[in-house]
């Protein structure tokens, strides 16, 4: 079991990031959140089986097809005690 809490940096505002993460890490079966931060920046929490988490992790850098990912910061975390995957609203 993995939980990583991302800061994701670019252009991953008003591309639809947010979304596509929430349809990406449920696809996998990840539980965690997405939100925006403002400053061209989203951040998220991923948690769920060690392949999962990398394989989010991995799309997470190419993200949706208008978005354009500078860069991602990562952190282990504890596992978040929540189910699923949601959109949280922006900090």
């Given at each position: 079991?993995?939980?990583?809490?991302l800061l994701i940096s670019g252009r991953v505002q008003g591309v639809g990031y947010r979304d596509w993460l929430v349809w990406k890490a449920s696809g996998l079966g990840l539980t965690g959140w997405v939100r925006n931060l403002g400053r061209d920046q989203v951040e998220a929490v991923l948690s769920g089986e060690d392949s999962a988490v990398d394989a989010a992790l991995a799309a997470c850098y190419r993200g949706p097809r208008a978005a354009r990912v500078d860069a991602i910061t990562t952190e282990d975390i504890?596992?978040?005690?929540?189910k699923g995957f949601v959109r949280r609203p922006t900090a």
């Open positions: 079991m993995k939980s990583l809490h504890a596992a978040p005690e929540m």
